[in-house]
């Protein structure tokens, strides 16, 4: 459970997303114990928004927690594996977290506004004006950088995981740079980072 709570409504929510995202069957052991990744996915990214902001919203903390709810239910695969496919995806879970989530908030007494709010901030349409899109873009980097980079950057050519770093970079806050910069990285990951950041001169 996050850290800050606002009371019965918002506990039921989190234990809800949290029961969506259990039935995931990919598992990755955390601490020697086997868990569902999404929910594993949901916890860890709720740890990155409190640690970027010091009092999040209510909203900001349904967003994080919901942000890839059942999100297995939709593999890559089920898209090109090109560019214009991978973005087709990527739009289409976003519209699929936020349909999921919706009635979930609903049945748990959360007003429209609040419901709106939310779904504002897991379909980023408000990023990157909104501190609190910010916010969100800044976990899910992260995140990336602690749990995910080393799967992709094995599967991936370099000169792409190079440009797939770069971008990221240029989407997350001077705050969230200063966290992936402190950020512990196994010697061949830490390099992949460093040329990515500080490219040659021509």
Known sequence: MPQRSFGPRFEKAI??????NAEDPRRIEV?????????????RLTEWIERLESDPSEPLLLAARGLHLRRWTIPRDTYPRTRAGYLAWKQRLLEFHAQE????????????ET???VTELVLRTTFP???EAQTIEDAVTLLFLEHQLDDLASRTEHKKMVRILRRAWRKISPKARQFAGEMELPPHLRALVEEALNPPRP
Do not use: K, M, N, Q
């Open 115 to 117: 419901i709106e709010r």
């Open 15 to 20: 234990a809800a997303i949290d029961a969506a």
């Open 129 to 131: 004006e909104d501190p």
């Open 31 to 43: 601490d020697g114990e086997s868990v569902p990744y999404e929910l594993f996915y949901a916890r």
């Open 101 to 112: 989530l919706r009635p979930i908030l609903a049945s748990c007494g959360y007003p429209p």
